[in-house]
């Protein structure tokens, strides 16, 4: 099993500032690593695919990269919508299995 | 717009069978699409339990894959989960994504909205 390690597990940053959040694979998922955004109470919400493509209606503050194991989130200007925790998932495994990091908590400073 | 909606009992006892149902709405469950189900215990993270093609094939996480079973009803445009043996450590919010194509890798698009799933005596 691919294991999934985030880091920080929680991260203070002002509205309006720049969040850089971390993603590690313990062996390499190519570009097959996705982020999701999750609130309390909903259900996670595709943000980035592919490691940098930004999925339908995501807005560009939000730009993905990396490969192989090391992956970055990066949101730009930070909103107070984006006040959230964030998921990275890797879906490069055959047969399937998908493991998911356990999540960073991004709080506003 | 794809839309999936859970549904099934909220409760249920320890060495009972979870049962729940994933509806889709705005498209074909025979898309083209796999189907997951994915957990998530409350206050910690994600956990896959499984996907299902339309053809009924399934795939399932090894961990869980004794106790569960995946199926799929065309004509409803539904898929359904069964965990058996349940216990405690199995409450969590279950929720039902879409998945990847066939014949290729891809993240989870669309989700459920989750339901809470207690075990409890």
């Known amino acids: 099993e691919i294991v999934m390690t985030q880091s920080p597990a929680t991260l203070s940053v002002s509205p309006g500032e720049r969040a850089t959040l971390s993603c590690r694979a313990s062996?390499?998922?190519?570009?097959?690593l996705a982020w999701y955004q999750q609130k309390p109470g909903q259900a996670p919400r595709l943000l980035i695919y592919g490691a940098s493509t930004r999925a339908t209606g995501i807005p560009a503050r939000f730009s993905g990269s990396g490969s192989g194991t090391e992956f970055t989130l990066t949101i730009s200007s930070l909103q107070s919508e984006d006040f959230a925790l964030y998921y990275c998932q890797q879906y490069n495994t055959w047969p399937p299995m998908y493991t998911f990091g356990q999540g960073t908590k991004l709080e506003i400073k | 717009q794809v839309q999936l909606q859970e549904s099934g009992p909220g409760l249920l006892k320890p060495s009972g069978t979870l049962s729940l149902t994933c509806g889709v709405s705005g498209g074909s469950i025979s898309s083209g699409n796999w189907w997951n189900w994915v957990r998530q215990p409350p206050g910690k993270g994600l956990e896959w339990i499984g996907e299902?093609?339309?053809?009924?094939?399934?795939n399932y996480n090894p961990s869980l894959k004794s106790r569960v079973t995946i199926s799929v009803d065309k004509s409803e445009n539904q898929f359904s989960l069964k965990l058996s043996s349940v216990t405690a450590a199995d409450t969590a919010v279950y929720y039902c994504?879409?998945?990847?194509?066939?014949?290729?890798?891809?993240?989870?698009?669309?989700w459920g909205q989750g339901t809470l799933v207690t075990v409890s005596s």
């Open positions: 299902i093609y339309h053809s009924g094939t399934t």
């Open positions: 994504a879409r998945g990847r194509s066939s014949g290729s890798y891809g993240p989870f698009d669309y």
């Open positions: 062996q390499s998922v190519s570009s097959s």
